[in-house]
C-alpha cells in the first residue's frame, strides 16, 4: 500500500430498517426515496463515493426513524422525506 497517497472521501449512509424505525412502514417508506438520491449524487463513479446501507438498530429507537452518516457519525431522527432531502443536500452532496 502506498502510505503517501490521499484517500478518496467515501461516506457510509446508514437508514434503520428495525422495528421501532419501520412502524407503520415509516422507514421502508424512506428507503426508496434515499437510494434514488445517493444513486443520482453517486452516478457512474466508480467505486462509488457514497454507500447506503440499512441497519436493524441504531440504538435510538424512541426518535425513528434515524439516520446515520460516517465518518462523522451524524445521527438524524424523526425522519420524513423533506428531512430527508434536505440532510443528503446538506451532507452527502459535495463538490
Ligand atoms: S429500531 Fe431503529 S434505532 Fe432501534
Not at 461516506?11 to 422495528?19: D, T, Y
Not at 426515496?33 to 463515493?49: F, I, M, W
Not at 460516517?70 to 424523526?78: G, K, M, S, T
Amino acid at each position: 500500500m502506498d502510505a503517501g497517497s490521499e484517500k478518496p472521501k467515501r461516506k457510509r449512509v446508514v437508514l434503520c430498517m428495525g422495528a421501532y424505525c419501520n412502524m407503520d412502514r415509516r422507514a421502508k417508506k424512506l428507503y426508496p426515496r434515499l437510494q434514488a438520491l445517493v444513486d443520482e449524487l453517486n452516478g457512474d463513479t466508480y467505486p462509488p463515493p457514497i454507500k447506503l446501507e440499512i441497519a436493524t438498530c441504531l440504538s435510538m429507537c424512541g426518535a425513528g426513524p434515524n439516520l446515520m452518516i460516517y465518518p462523522e457519525a451524524l445521527a438524524f431522527n424523526d425522519l420524513d422525506e423533506a428531512t430527508l432531502e434536505r440532510i443528503v443536500k446538506d451532507h452527502l452532496a459535495q463538490e
